[in-house]
């Protein structure tokens, strides 16, 4: 039988909950058990797939194309697994379905309530992915905080869930907020117990509770959590703030988190895995000399908008022991301030992906720069497309080469679409419908950069976006130097490209920050990072 862990959090939101599953869940792992995990999040939209960065962050592609929750992106991360469209359900996601169902009559005139139709639908979506996955162990993290009245159907349908599952077989952690009073000089477990108090009387009793805090969680603190909240002392594990969320799996281990799950859920506890991992954050402690990465995008008062391109970073960082210092830089800003003044002292430039005309000129602006300095640059998705709109224009004779995704907003017709739909017939009413989304293969071009980056001829990268280059301008951009250097294997789609007489400059269509992980840095992340380390040490000498 598969077993369930449900993690709830209390007192505020952005806790870590995520963090605190994913650890788990890359510890089970390393136990041999094998491990999926999947988000539920209350709130009414279908998925985040069309919420504002500056407000969700990321939104994260799995590789059947699902837009999910950015927790996604740290689950795949921890446990080194690819999820699936069965790891992230929302409550707009529930509702759509059952008031689908009762359009068509599927309910023959009853009438449609949260208890037990909606619940019922919640315990269906965590009965699934235990099917298709066959795991020995969930984990299931609901979003929110216990309280709010968007989370009590999530938590009554774990509640069920559990009665209905044999003892032993589903356990609860909370994670919740020790706060630390300056002019008391002592945290305070007062919210901790009021949090807890909210989850039993809604049925549900933490069998584990995981404080966060700044400061240390001592042993007469975790004794009285452990008193007013009615949980073992053992149970009650102390998480404080780390420098780096790769060592929170290490610090929860020294605690015997694993081994009292596996305990509780009545399984074996075999030995562990963890001499990778460990070396990772040993790494994370000596990084040498820093280098300067620009970031230039329009959601930069949010870093969790680029959230898997910073970790990306971060991991090619720790594989090249050097410190990356990401500077995010506003492409509007840019475009007022003027591109040297900002970029003069950075070592590599990255242009993200995004959507909308906003800050696109800043983004040329950086790629112009780039090239004409030589500098390492890195374009990713619309990347690519502000770096093939650069060259068409300031190299390939074509001044006025933009993306038709632009054209309403710009006010006139673009005289050079070289980004443009592939199918102008496409229906753009449903934001996703129209998207190129999931994996899709890329044949690498033999002698390029990105051949020696992959080191094999075909790979697979995961996909995010609506507008394509144009083939129509295929011809001319590569008469002006520009080469492809990844190409559908139907050659429907230009996937990646390079300028050859540069130290550094490719750019991908795909989003390739969506599958580098912690002990495996993506090779382009990799190369990049490498390419401006060396630009660095050029520029030192």
């Known amino acids: 039988m598969t077993k369930h862990i449900f993690v709830t959090g209390g007192v505020v939101s952005s806790l870590g909950k995520g963090i605190t599953a994913a650890s788990l869940g890359h510890l089970l792992k390393a136990r041999g058990y094998s491990v999926t995990m999947q988000k539920a999040d209350p709130y009414l939209n279908v998925d985040p797939g069309n919420m ?5 962050g990321e939104v994260f592609v799995t590789d059947d194309g699902h837009e999910g929750d950015l927790d996604l992106g740290h689950y795949e991360r921890f446990i080194d697994e690819n999820l699936s469209c069965e790891s992230n359900f929302t409550a707009g996601a529930i509702y759509q379905s059952l008031i689908s169902k009762e359009r068509r009559g599927d309910f023959h005139g009853g009438t449609v309530q949260v208890i037990p139709h909606m619940t019922n639908s919640i315990k269906e979506r965590l009965s699934r992915i235990e099917k298709q996955t066959n795991a020995d162990i969930v984990i299931t993290e609901i979003g929110g905080t216990v309280g709010d009245i968007e989370s009590l159907p999530f938590i009554e349908a774990a509640r069920q869930f559990k009665r209905n599952k044999p003892v ?77 969320i790769y060592k929170v799996p290490l610090l929860l281990h020294d605690q015997g988190f694993d081994t009292k799950v596996l305990t509780e859920l009545g399984l074996p506890v075999g030995d562990i895995e963890l001499a990778d991992w460990q070396e990772y954050s040993d790494k994370l402690d000596i990084l040498g000399d820093p280098i300067d990465i620009a970031l230039v995008g329009k959601y930069v008062s949010l870093p969790d908008a680029y959230l898997s391109i910073i970790e990306s970073l971060g991991h090619a960082s720790v594989y090249h022991g050097r410190k990356v210092t990401i500077h995010l830089v506003d492409g509007e800003v840019l475009k007022a301030d003027g591109v040297g003044k900002v970029l003069s002292q950075m070592d590599g430039l990255l242009v993200p992906g995004g959507f909308g005309v906003r800050a696109f000129e800043g983004k040329i602006a950086a790629v112009q720069y780039a090239r004409e300095n030589k500098i390492p640059f890195f374009g990713i998705c619309l990347g690519l497309q502000a770096a093939v709109c650069e060259f068409a224009r300031n190299v390939a004779g074509m001044p006025d080469a933009n993306s038709s995704e632009f054209t309403a907003e710009l006010g006139a017709t673009v005289q050079y679409p070289v980004i443009d739909l592939m199918s102008p017939e496409e229906d753009l009413t449903d934001a996703g419908a129209s998207m190129r989304l999931g994996v899709y293969p890329c044949e690498i071009t033999p002698g390029t950069k990105a051949a020696a980056a992959y080191g094999e001829p075909l790979v697979y990268e995961r996909h995010r976006h609506r507008y394509e280059v144009n083939n129509d301008y295929r011809e001319a951009l590569q008469e002006a130097g520009l080469v492809l250097s990844g190409i559908s294997p139907d050659d429907t789609y230009v996937e990646m490209i390079e300028i050859a007489d540069h130290p550094w400059f490719v750019a991908c269509q795909s989003h390739p920050e969506f599958k580098s992980r912690p002990t495996r840095t993506h090779p382009l992340f990799r190369d990049f990072v490498g390419a401006a380390i060396e630009f660095h040490e050029q520029r030192r000498e």
């Open 52 to 56: 504002s960065p500056f407000q969700h």
């Open 168 to 244: 032993g077989d589903v356990i609860f952690i909370h994670v919740t907020l020790v706060p630390y009073i300056a002019a008391a000089h002592e945290v305070k477990t007062k919210p901790t117990q009021h949090s807890v108090k909210e989850l039993r009387s809604i049925g549900v009793h933490p069998d584990f509770i995981v404080c966060r805090s700044d400061h240390v969680i001592n042993k007469k603190m975790r004794e009285k959590i452990s008193l007013f909240c009615d949980v073992p002392v053992e149970n009650v594990l102390s998480c404080v703030d780390v420098t780096s």
